[in-house]
C-alpha cells in the first residue's frame, strides 16, 4: 500500500458562501489527508467541518458559495480537471440526515444508480451489488422501502452506496450524530472494512470516543477550519487537553455533573401501565394489516416536578412517540397525569398551555416570518388582553433574556440551529407552561450550543420551578445535566443512575 | 399478460391518442365500450387493486351522474320547460324530462367522463413510476437530470408527509389553530422541502451523478411488438367504433 500518498490535499484555501461577506468560513486552510488512513477531523459547530467536507468533494462551489483562493488536489490530480463523475471515484460524501441521501426508494435501486453513474457495465452490477451488500451486511435491506427503515440502517445503506461507488476516499460528515450508539457500534465494522480494502477514511465529528480505537490520527479544528493540532492519538490524547476545553469539544471520558442535583418535587408527568401502538395517529382506524407493533407495554414512569429528566433509548424505541401520546395527539391505553390531573380529562386547549414541546426540528414550528413577530404572536395567543407596548416590552424582555435580542429583524430560519431551538423553547414557553418536552436538544449542533440551551433551561428549572424532559442519545449529556435518567428499553421505562448510563 | 409490462411511453401515447379521438365522437355506446374494456383490463390483466380503483372510480362515478342530471335540465334547445311539451301538464316532470332530447345529451355527456376516467385509472394504476421515467429517457430522449430529479422528489414524499404531521402537531401544541387546507404548516413544510432538495441533490452529485456525463443503465425499456399491437387495439377500436357504431 502506497502510504505515503496523500488522498487529499488543500493549499490556502479560502472560502466563504457570500462573496461580499466579510467572514471566511475557511480561512486559508491548509490540510493534507493520507491515503489508507482513518482520520478523523474534529472541531466545535460552526468551525467549517461540514464546509471543508462539501469544498473538497467538489460541492461547493458548484452549489453555492464562492472559492476565493487555494488549490485543491485528491490523489494528486486538481480537483477542477475532474468532473463529478471523476471526482466521485475519487471521494464521495455521507450526510449527516440519512433522509436526505437517497433518490431511489430502495437500496437496491439506489444503488444501481450509483453504479450507473459511474458507467458500471450492466451485466457486472449484480456481482457487484451483491458484493457490496454482503461485505456491508445490508443484504436484507436491499428490497425494503428506504423511508421504513431506522436512522442507523438508513446510515448503514448509505455507507453501502459509498462502498458500492468504489470511492477511494470516504468523507463522513457528522453522519453518527443521530443515531443511538448501539447503531453506531454496528456502522464502525463497516468502516474498518473499507480501510482493510486500502480506502481513505475521513469522519468529521464533534465526539473522539467513538474514534479513539480505530483513527489513525484526529485532527482538531479551529474557527475557519484551520488546523489547529493534528497527530492526535489516543495514546497522547492528555497533552490536548487543554486545547479540547479551547475548543468547546468534550474530552473524552471526561462527564463534568453540570449541575448539582435538585430535589424531586411531585411528580408533573406520570405514565401508569401505558401501551402505546407505532404507527401514524391517523392511520389507527383502519382494520386491515397487521397491528402496529407496541412501543410501550404497561409501562411506568414519573417525571417530578422541578427537575430535568432525560430519556434515553435506541432509536425507534417509542420516546417521540410517548411525548405525543402526552400531547394527547397518539393514541394509547393505561393512564397518563400531568399534575395528577388525568389527561383524557383535560381539554386540548388547557393541555396545551401547560404542556410544551420542542420538536427535534425546530424550523418545523415557526409561525410567522420574523423573530419578534414569532414571539409577539405566542404572546397574543396565550395572553389575551395585552395591550401593544406590553406586547412589545414582553417580547424584547424574553429575547434579551435568551440572548437573542440580536437577531429581532431577522427571519426565523436564517438563524444558526442552536438558536432556533433557543426560539422555539422561548415561543412554547410563553404561555407560561410549566412542562417542557424537548425531542433530542442536540440535533444538528455540537455540544457546545447544546450546553448553551440546557443552561438557560437549567435557569429556568431552578428559579422557575419549570419541569423540563429531554430526549437524547447522548448519554455523557444526560449523566451531566438530568436529575433523573430513564432508559427506555424491552417497551419499559427503567430508571438509571448517572453512572449506570455511562457504562 | 399484464399492462403493467405494456411500454409506458407508447402506452401513454396511445391512450393520449385514445383520448383525443373520444373528443371528436357523441357515440354513448362508443364510450361505455371504452369505459367497459378499461374496467376489464384493470381486474383482469392487471395487478391493480380493486380497492384503489374503486377509490378513484366512486368521485368519476359521482362527476358523471352530476353530468347526466346536468346536461338532462339545462342543456341548450329542447329544455324540458319547452312550451311544447309543459302543455302536457299531466305528464310528470321527470317522464318529460326523459322524453325530451335531452336524454341523449346527458348521456353524451357522462359516458364521455366515464370514459376518460377508465383510460385515466388504466394508465395510472398500471404505471410504475420509475419504469415510466425509464421508458421517457430512453424512448423520448428525457434527459437524466429531469428524470432523477423527479424520482428523487417523488421519493421524498413520505419524509415531507410525515414532516407535515409534525408541523401540524407542532401548531397546534403552540394555540395555532390549523384547518385542514391551511397554508401556514404547508408553508413551513415548504420551506423545509427547498432546503431538503439542496441536500439531496448534493448527495446525488456526491454519488457521481453528472448531468451532461455518460451513464449505463441496469435495464433499458424497449417497444415489443405488443406494445405496438395494444396501442393499435386501443385506437383501432375507437375507430373502428366510430365508423360502425350509431348511437
Redesign the interface.
Known amino acids: 500500500m502506497a502510504r505515503e500518498e496523500i488522498a487529499l490535499r488543500m493549499e490556502d484555501v479560502v472560502f466563504r458562501y457570500q462573496e461580499n461577506g466579510k467572514r471566511n468560513i475557511l480561512d486559508h486552510v491548509t490540510l493534507d489527508v493520507m491515503a489508507g488512513t482513518l482520520t478523523v477531523l474534529m472541531g466545535g459547530s460552526g468551525c467549517g467541518k461540514s464546509t471543508l467536507a ?1 469544498v473538497a ?1 467538489g ?1 461547493y462551489p ?2 453555492g458559495g464562492c472559492l476565493l483562493s487555494g488549490e485543491i488536489r485528491l490523489f494528486g490530480r486538481p480537483l477542477g480537471e475532474l ?3 471523476q ?3 475519487y471521494l ?4 449527516q ?1 440519512a ?7 430502495t437500496l437496491r ?1 439506489e444503488l ?11 451485466r457486472e ?1 449484480d456481482e457487484r451489488l451483491r458484493r457490496a451488500a454482503e461485505t456491508m451486511g445490508a443484504a436484507e435491506l436491499l428490497d425494503r ?3 421504513t427503515l431506522s436512522g442507523g440502517e438508513k446510515q448503514r445503506a448509505a455507507l453501502t ?1 459509498l462502498y458500492v ?1 468504489g470511492s477511494r476516499c470516504v468523507v463522513l460528515d457528522e453522519c453518527f450524530a443521530n443515531i443511538d450508539p448501539d447503531a453506531v457500534r454496528s456502522l464502525l465494522p463497516m468502516l474498518r472494512a473499507m480501510k482493510r480494502e486500502g480506502r481513505t477514511v475521513v469522519a468529521i465529528d464533534h465526539r473522539a470516543d467513538l474514534w479513539l480505537d480505530d483513527a489513525d490520527e484526529i485532527i482538531l479544528l479551529k474557527s475557519g477550519a484551520q488546523t489547529a493540532a493534528r497527530g492526535v492519538t489516543r495514546a497522547n490524547l492528555p497533552q490536548y487537553r487543554a486545547m479540547f476545553g479551547e475548543l468547546g469539544l468534550v474530552y473524552p471520558g471526561s462527564c463534568p455533573r453540570e449541575a448539582a442535583p435538585l430535589p424531586r418535587g411531585e411528580s408533573a408527568l406520570t405514565f401508569r401501565g401505558v401501551c402505546i401502538r407505532a404507527g ?3 392511520r389507527r382506524g383502519r382494520r386491515d394489516g397487521p397491528e402496529p407493533p407496541l412501543l410501550l407495554e404497561h409501562a411506568d414512569a414519573e417525571f417530578p416536578r422541578g427537575c430535568m429528566t432525560a430519556v434515553l433509548g435506541a432509536s425507534g424505541s417509542g420516546k417521540t412517540t410517548a411525548f ?1 401520546a402526552a ?1 394527547g ?1 397518539h393514541p394509547y391505553t393505561g393512564t397518563i397525569e400531568i399534575n395528577g390531573a388525568d389527561l383524557r380529562t383535560i381539554r ?2 388547557a393541555l ?2 401547560q ?3 420542542v ?1 427535534q ?1 425546530p ?5 410567522t416570518q420574523n423573530v419578534t413577530e414569532e414571539i409577539r404572536a ?1 404572546l397574543r ?2 395572553n389575551g388582553g395585552l395591550d401593544d407596548a406590553q406586547l412589545a416590552q414582553r417580547t424584547q424582555a424574553l429575547l434579551d433574556g435568551f440572548q437573542l435580542g440580536g437577531c429581532r429583524r431577522y427571519s426565523p ?1 436564517m438563524l444558526s440551529q442552536g438558536q432556533q431551538r433557543r426560539l422555539a423553547v422561548l ?2 414557553l410563553c ?1 407560561g407552561q410549566k412542562l417542557l418536552l424537548l425531542d433530542e436538544p442536540t440535533y444538528g449542533q455540537d455540544e457546545r450550543s447544546a450546553m448553551a440551551i440546557l443552561r438557560q433551561l437549567r435557569q429556568k428549572v431552578e428559579r422557575e420551578g419549570l419541569t423540563v424532559v429531554f430526549i437524547t442519545h447522548d448519554r455523557a449529556l444526560a449523566a451531566a445535566w438530568a436529575d433523573k435518567l430513564y432508559l427506555l428499553r424491552d417497551r419499559r421505562f427503567a430508571e438509571l443512575s448517572p453512572e449506570e448510563a455511562l457504562t | 399478460m399484464k399492462i403493467e409490462r405494456w411500454n409506458p411511453s407508447v402506452k401513454v401515447a396511445a391512450i393520449l391518442a385514445a383520448v383525443i379521438l373520444l373528443s371528436l365522437q357523441y357515440l354513448v355506446s362508443l364510450n361505455l365500450l371504452v369505459f367497459g374494456s378499461a374496467l376489464l383490463l384493470l381486474f383482469f390483466f392487471s395487478d391493480a387493486k380493486p380497492k384503489s380503483v374503486a377509490a378513484i372510480l366512486i368521485p368519476a362515478l359521482i362527476a358523471a351522474f352530476g353530468l347526466f342530471v346536468t346536461g338532462l335540465y339545462y342543456a341548450r334547445g329542447g329544455s324540458v320547460t319547452d312550451a311544447k311539451l309543459s302543455s302536457v301538464s299531466s305528464v310528470p316532470y321527470a317522464v318529460r324530462a326523459a322524453m325530451s332530447r335531452n336524454l341523449y345529451t346527458a348521456a353524451q355527456l357522462a359516458t364521455r367522463l366515464l370514459a376518460y376516467a377508465g383510460l385515466g385509472i388504466l394508465f395510472a394504476l398500471t404505471t410504475d413510476g ?1 419504469f415510466f421515467l425509464q421508458s421517457l429517457m430512453h424512448q423520448c430522449r428525457l434527459p437524466p437530470k429531469f428524470a ?1 430529479g423527479l ?2 422528489a417523488f ?2 414524499m ?2 415531507m408527509a ?2 407535515y ?3 401540524r ?8 389553530r390549523a384547518g385542514p387546507l391551511a397554508l ?1 404548516p404547508m408553508f ?1 413544510m415548504l ?2 422541502s427547498v432546503r ?1 432538495s ?13 448531468a451532461g ?7 433499458v425499456p424497449r417497444v415489443h411488438w405488443y406494445d405496438w399491437a395494444g396501442a393499435g387495439a386501443l385506437v383501432g377500436g375507437i375507430l373502428l367504433g366510430m365508423l360502425f357504431l350509431r348511437y
Not at chain 1, 424550523?363 to 409561525?367: T, W, Y
Not at chain 2, 401548531?171 to 395555532?176: H, I, K, T
Not at chain 2, 456525463?213 to 435495464?219: E, H, L, N, V, W
Request: proline content about 3%; hydrophobic content about 45%; glycine content about 4%.
Open positions: 462539501a468533494a460541492l458548484e452549489n468532473d463529478q463523475q471526482r466521485a471515484s464521495s460524501v455521507m450526510f440526515n433522509d436526505l441521501q437517497f433518490c431511489m426508494d435501486r444501481r444508480f450509483c453504479m450507473e453513474n459511474l458507467c458500471v457495465p450492466p452490477m422501502k428506504l423511508y452506496c461507488l401514524a395517529a391517523q405525543l400531547l395527539r386540548r386547549k396545551c398551555r404542556v410544551g414541546i420538536f426540528n424550523g418545523n414550528q415557526f409561525i405566542s395567543i396565550w430560519y415561543s412554547v404561555g | 420509475e432523477y424520482l428523487a421519493h421524498l413520505p419524509v410525515r414532516e404531521r409534525v408541523v402537531t407542532a401548531f397546534a401544541v403552540r394555540g395555532v401556514k413551513t420551506v423545509n431538503w439542496e441536500c439531496v441533490a448534493m448527495a446525488m452529485e456526491s454519488k457521481g451523478f453528472c456525463a455518460k451513464r449505463t443503465y441496469y435495464s
